[in-house]
């Protein structure tokens, strides 16, 4: 799978509100559906049932959940060789459990990624 496509297909989820544990493009999504539902479209089954989760993603309890999922799924980059198509986790706030993904769907000449968030309605890329 090219990176383009991955771009492309996540541009068609753009509109899709923001549902907690939804995975529907055009019906409902989060940050984590978003991917989930990219997974399926292009490449298959998912590779593990996703549990029930929280809104703050194990963070009273300190555990990296999301962290360790997307470990056992995705291989780590260095950010000067971060592309398109890439997934981006990362820490609403320092100190914070790592609870936010993203798609990097540009580098240069302005980054931007595509992401689902709360509270934005119908979302788009930032």
């Known amino acids: 799978m090219t990176e383009e496509r991955l ?22 999504c989060d940050c984590l559906g978003l991917l989930r539902g990219l997974w399926r479209e292009l490449l298959g089954d998912e590779p593990e049932p996703v549990p029930a989760y929280s809104m703050d993603w194990s963070e009273p309890q300190g555990e990296e959940q999301l962290w360790a999922a997307v470990q056992r799924h ?45 509270g934005m309605g119908s979302w788009k890329a930032r």
């Open 7 to 28: 771009v492309i297909a996540a541009r068609r989820w753009i509109g899709t509100p923001y549902v907690h544990q939804a995975a529907t493009r055009g019906a409902g």
């Open 74 to 118: 995705l291989r780590s980059k260095s950010p000067e060789d971060m592309a398109a198509g890439d997934v981006l986790l990362f820490r609403m706030r320092h100190g914070s459990v790592a609870k936010h993904l993203g798609l990097q769907a540009s580098i240069a000449p302005k980054p931007t990624f595509i992401h689902a968030y709360s």
